[in-house]
């Protein structure tokens, strides 16, 4: 990673004039985009269940660390981060208080690992069902995105 940003930086000291296709320095991004969440679902449960986990990517593209330290929807009572870990050979699930994105990094919560867990829902998900989730960040930053429900093999 440091490496390729190295020879990036290095392409752009050259003092020849690149290609007038040549991207010019990426533009700072938007205000509404200072974290960007792509690809959210929710996983699809049995009618009966009364919890679900959620899933997405999520960019932080500021120059500082972001801390994603909760999350709410209108559909579910509680929203907890949580994250998969081996222990005594039994995949366990476990609350997380806080995950830091770094700088222009991107955090992945994915089956297996961390997931948004939608506790308590007001009503069954059902296929192609859409969910809002508002991601919560220290300092007070939100960004709300709206899932689909999906089967795991299906997204
Ligand atoms: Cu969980």
Not at 1 to 5: E, I, K, R, Y
Not at 91 to 116: T, W, Y
């Given at each position: 990673?440091?490496?390729?940003?190295g020879a990036c930086i290095a392409v752009l000291a050259l003092?020849?004039?690149?290609?007038?296709?040549?991207?010019?320095?990426?533009p700072a991004a938007p205000a509404a985009k200072l974290i960007s969440i792509?690809?959210?679902w929710v996983a699809a449960v049995p009618p009966s269940a009364r919890v679900s986990a959620a899933y997405m990517k999520i960019e932080n593209h500021?120059?500082?660390a972001r801390t994603l330290?909760?999350?709410?929807?209108?559909?579910?009572?509680l929203v907890e981060i949580h994250e998969m870990k081996m222990e005594h050979g039994?995949?366990?699930?476990?609350?997380?208080?806080?995950?830091?994105?770094?700088?222009?990094?991107?955090?992945?919560?994915?089956?297996?690992?961390?997931?948004?867990?939608?506790?308590?829902l007001e009503a069954p998900l059902r296929l192609g069902d859409t969910v809002s989730i508002t991601l919560h960040f220290a300092g007070g930053l939100r960004q709300t995105a709206t899932a689909k429900v999906q089967t795991f093999e299906g997204r």
């Open positions: 990673m440091n490496a390729l940003v003092p020849v004039r690149l290609d007038a296709h040549a991207a010019p320095a990426a792509t690809m959210p500021t120059r500082e330290v909760g999350a709410s929807s209108p559909g579910a009572r039994m995949m366990k699930m476990a609350r997380v208080p806080r995950v830091v994105i770094p700088a222009q990094g991107v955090l992945e919560l994915e089956p297996g690992g961390l997931h948004l867990m939608l506790i308590d």
